[in-house]
Nanobody, 117 residues
Framework: QVQLVESGGGLVQAGGSLRLSCAAS????????MGWYRQAPGEQRELVAA???????TYADSAKGRFTISRDNAKNTVYLQMNSLKPEDTAVYYC???????????WGQGTQVTVST
């Protein structure tokens, strides 16, 4: 099993910044993908950004140029630096871990991000 604990969410003004953190623990396999998804009320959960343990990244078009994903493999932790936040970024943000080989997916409990106008 893998446990994911998110932190860093909160209320921020439009144009401001937040940094989300997610620490993984438990049965960690060194080859994996960790990332961030978000879900607004009435909407589908969508990928924001993800990063493979080997270093490759992917971003949603809405996040490109504003958000940066990074990770510390020694700490099994992934970060999402969010700059130039917009009200449409308001959502619950979920950390995701996909274990290599088995492709088993794990989810954090979510952290609320609210961007005010």
């Amino acid at each position: 099993q893998v446990q994911l604990v998110e932190s860093g969410g909160g209320l921020v003004q439009a144009g401001g910044s937040l940094r989300l953190s997610c620490a993984a623990s438990g049965s960690i396999f060194s080859i994996n993908t960790m990332g961030w998804y978000r879900q607004a009320p009435g909407e589908q959960r969508e990928l924001v950004a993800a990063m493979h343990s080997g270093g490759s990244t992917t971003y949603a078009d809405s996040a490109k140029g504003r958000f940066t994903i990074s990770r510390d493999n020694a700490k099994n932790t992934v970060y999402l630096q969010m700059n130039s936040l917009k009200p449409e970024d308001t959502a619950v943000y979920y950390c995701n871990y996909i274990r290599g080989l088995t492709l088993k997916s794990y989810w954090g409990q979510g952290t609320q991000v609210t961007v005010s106008t």
